[in-house]
């Protein structure tokens, strides 16, 4: 099973940029079709953007469309979602994940999580 390590959460103003890294570990990156999560405090979890193994495919969700770009290193095992023009509404703990399915299938090994805080 993969092991998987966010970083590079923090606080920002809004209007400012963010860079999460998720670190794989145990199995090759390549493996896997990955996503990044969202969870603010009483909303439910968000699927925020997802990225296919050669990343031929992605996702986005409307709310972070055009502001933010998810990328991958499969050989430095690595999933980056580079965040733009942070909003308040951007504020909440982000989990990076991974699926042996298909882009908006279920995902099974999770990230710790990073805690972003975007102020206004």
């Known amino acids: 099973q993969v092991q998987l390590v966010e970083s590079g959460g923090g606080l920002v103003q809004a209007g400012g940029s963010l860079r999460l890294s998720c670190v794989a570990s145990g199995r090759a990156l390549s493996t896997y079709t990955m996503g990044w999560f969202r969870q603010a405090p009483g909303k439910e979890r968000e699927f925020v953007a997802g990225i296919t193994r050669s990343g031929g495919s992605i996702y986005y969700a409307d709310s972070v469309k055009g502001r933010f770009t998810i990328s991958r290193d499969n050989a430095k095992n690595t999933v980056i979602l580079q965040m733009n023009s942070l909003k308040p509404e951007d504020t909440a703990v982000y989990y990076c994940?991974?699926?042996?399915?298909?882009?908006?299938?279920?995902?099974?090994?999770w990230g710790q999580g990073t805690q972003v805080t975007v102020s206004s």
């Open positions: 994940a991974s699926t042996t399915g298909i882009l908006m299938g279920e995902y099974r090994s």
